[in-house]
Every structure is written in C-alpha cells, then in structure tokens.
C-alpha cells in the first residue's frame, strides 16, 4: 500500500480537487491511503476566528464563518457532492454556538485544537465524497479514531503503538476490500476522544504516522512545488529542484529551515 497526503493548495478549490482524483485514480492498484489538509488558508482563518472571539468581536467571527461555509459550499456544489453540505453546515453552527459562549475570555488549548481541526474535517469529507463521485471506492476515515495522542494540546505527540494497532484494525481490512480511506491530516485525538491537533503543517506527520504503521511501500506528499528544492523557493528564488535526496540531505535540509517535516519509510515532493 502507499500513502498519498495533499497539501492546502493541491485541494484549495474544485479544479484541485478534481487533479488529486485524476492521480488517485492512477494509483488505484497501489491500495493509496489519502491524506488531506485543510483548503488552502482555512487553518489561518480559523486561527483568526479564535482571536477574534478572545477579543469579543462576535461579528467578525459570524462573517468569517459565513464566508468559510460559502467557500465549502461552492467547492460541493462545483464537484456535485452537496450530500457533503450539512455536515459541513453543522461543523460551523457548532463553532458559532461555542465562540459565542467564549467570546471576550481566552480559549483553552483544547477548545482551540477542537476549533482549528475543522478545516480537515471538511476538506476530508469534500475529497471523499469527490472521490467516490468519480467512481473510486472511497470512504471518509475520522483521523479521531486513528492517530491517538497524549494532552498536549497545539503539538499532540503520537503514541505510535496504538496508531499502529488501529492503523492495523481500522484501515487494513478497507485496503484489503479495495476501498480508497480518506483520513484528515494534522487532527488527532487522545486515548478520551478529545480532539488534538499535531501542530501546523502537521498533516505530512500524519501520512508518514499512517505509512509508517502500515508498512507502506512509499509515502508521496504532493505539493504546489516539483520535489524537495536546494532551499525554500520563496526566500531562494534560485533554488533548485533535487534530482534525489537521502535521508539525511533531507534532514539536513530541514534542520535549516526547509519545510520538510517527518518522512516515512520513503517519500517524494511533486507538484499536483
Ligand atoms: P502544503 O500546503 O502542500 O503542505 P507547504 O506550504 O506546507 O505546502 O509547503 C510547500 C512549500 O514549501 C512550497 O511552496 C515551498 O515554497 C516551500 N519550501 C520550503 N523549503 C522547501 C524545499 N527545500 N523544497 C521544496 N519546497 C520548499
Ligand atoms: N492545515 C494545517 C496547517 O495549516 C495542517 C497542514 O496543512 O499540514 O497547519
Ligand atoms: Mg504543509
């Protein structure tokens, strides 16, 4: 099997959506597992919803809400998977109902980490959905389940013993039918059920967690650059793509500030 995470801008809007189904179903006989951030910003805008409650402006958060339900509902409506549109609907009227009860006081770490994992939640949903509109034999996966943490709410560290298992008990028995789990990245939750989240960027985590639980025969995080680069493109405008990278070039990489995060038994950068 293989793990095949997509980053924000690779499922940002239906015409993404609609690559990561055109590669998924090329890597239909490779058993993928699908790994999926939020649409692209939705993890900085539910941030925002998050300060602006602390700084009591109730409607702020009511218009940003309003607009991050219009961006999902559109993205439904464009790929004919409205079936997804309560779901999404009722994740914003649970938000709007608990940042009001919060507005003008701090929010715990956890009340936040249950906040900020939404973006995942309907990003996950839409891709399945979109996914098995196209044919494939897909199915929403709740990452809740799966990748189990301890308390740390903002940066959960795993327990990898039990993610295995359930890796195992959950996901392996959907590989085995020919069913394509679509699973939320960056979202955890402890041993309880309360929602964690692995930190930001967290969702490459996740695939190389999932990879690495189920022995995959090679993790792909695809991205809106070519491969792993000589250094960050936006600060290096002459960096280069790597033809190849060990292990430890990548490491090394990452040590400086390159946005390389864990990788799994293998991986690989490209460009959806
Ligand atoms: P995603 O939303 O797909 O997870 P990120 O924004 O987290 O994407 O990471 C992709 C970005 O990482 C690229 O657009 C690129 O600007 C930046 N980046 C930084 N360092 C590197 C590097 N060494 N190689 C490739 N991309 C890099
Ligand atoms: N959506 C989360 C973030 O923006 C996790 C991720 O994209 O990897 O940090
Ligand atoms: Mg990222």
Same mark, same amino acid.
């Given at each position: 099997?293989?793990?095949?995470?997509?980053?924000?801008?690779?499922?940002?809007?239906?015409?993404?959506?609609?690559?990561?189904?055109?590669?998924?179903?090329?890597?239909?006989?490779?058993?993928?597992?699908?790994?999926?951030?939020?649409?692209?910003?939705?993890?900085?805008?539910?941030?925002?919803?998050?300060? @602006?409650?602390?700084?009591?402006?109730?409607?702020?958060?009511?218009?940003?809400?309003?607009? $991050?339900?219009?961006?999902?509902?559109?993205?439904?409506?464009?790929?004919?998977?409205?079936?997804?549109?309560?779901?999404?609907?009722?994740?914003?009227?649970?938000?709007?109902?608990?940042?009001?009860?919060?507005?003008?006081?701090?929010?715990?770490?956890?009340?936040? @980490?249950?906040?900020?994992?939404?973006?995942?939640?309907?990003?996950?949903?839409?891709?399945?959905?979109? $996914?098995?509109?196209?044919?494939?034999?897909?199915?929403?996966?709740?990452?809740?389940?799966?990748?189990?943490?301890?308390?740390?709410?903002?940066?959960?560290?795993?327990?990898?013993?039990?993610?295995?298992?359930?890796?195992?008990?959950? $996901?392996?028995?959907?590989?085995?039918?020919?069913?394509?789990?679509?699973?939320?990245?960056?979202?955890?939750?402890?041993?309880?059920?309360?929602?964690?989240?692995?930190?930001?960027?967290?969702?490459?985590?996740?695939?190389?967690?999932?990879?690495?639980?189920?022995?995959?025969?090679?993790?792909?995080?695809?991205? @809106?650059?070519?491969?792993?680069?000589?250094? @960050?493109?936006?600060?290096?405008?002459?960096?280069?793509?790597?033809?190849?990278?060990?292990?430890?070039?990548?490491?090394?990489?990452?040590?400086?500030?390159?946005?390389?995060?864990?990788?799994?038994?293998?991986?690989?950068?490209?460009?959806?």
């Amino acid at each position: 099997m293989i793990v095949c995470k997509f980053g924000g801008t690779s499922v940002q809007d239906a015409p993404a959506i609609d690559r990561v189904t055109a590669i998924m179903q090329r890597r239909l006989p490779e058993q993928p597992i699908v790994v999926v951030s939020a649409l692209a910003l939705v993890t900085d805008e539910l941030f925002a919803l998050a300060s @602006d409650t602390e700084r009591g402006q109730p409607r702020q958060v009511h218009r940003a809400l309003e607009r $991050l339900l219009e961006r999902h509902r559109a993205v439904a409506t464009t790929l004919k998977v409205t079936s997804v549109v309560p779901a999404i609907e009722g994740g914003i009227e649970a938000i709007r109902l608990r940042l009001d009860a919060a507005a003008g006081r701090a929010l715990t770490p956890e009340e936040r @980490d249950w906040l900020v994992g939404h973006g995942e939640l309907w990003s996950a949903r839409l891709v399945a959905a979109a $996914l098995a509109a196209a044919g494939l034999p897909a199915c929403w996966i709740d990452a809740r389940k799966l990748i189990i943490t301890d308390q740390r709410f903002g940066r959960a560290t795993p327990d990898t013993a039990t993610i295995n298992g359930r890796a195992q008990a959950e $996901l392996a028995p959907l590989l085995a039918s020919g069913s394509v789990p679509v699973v939320q990245g960056f979202v955890g939750a402890t041993p309880e059920g309360r929602p964690t989240t692995l930190g930001r960027g967290g969702s490459d985590f996740t695939a190389a967690l999932l990879g690495a639980a189920l022995g995959a025969r090679r993790v792909e995080i695809w991205t @809106d650059v070519d491969g792993i680069m000589t250094a @960050d493109p936006r600060i290096v405008p002459e960096a280069r793509t790597l033809p190849s990278a060990t292990y430890d070039e990548a490491a090394e990489l990452a040590t400086f500030g390159a946005k390389l995060y864990e990788i799994g038994r293998a991986s690989c950068r490209e460009r959806v």
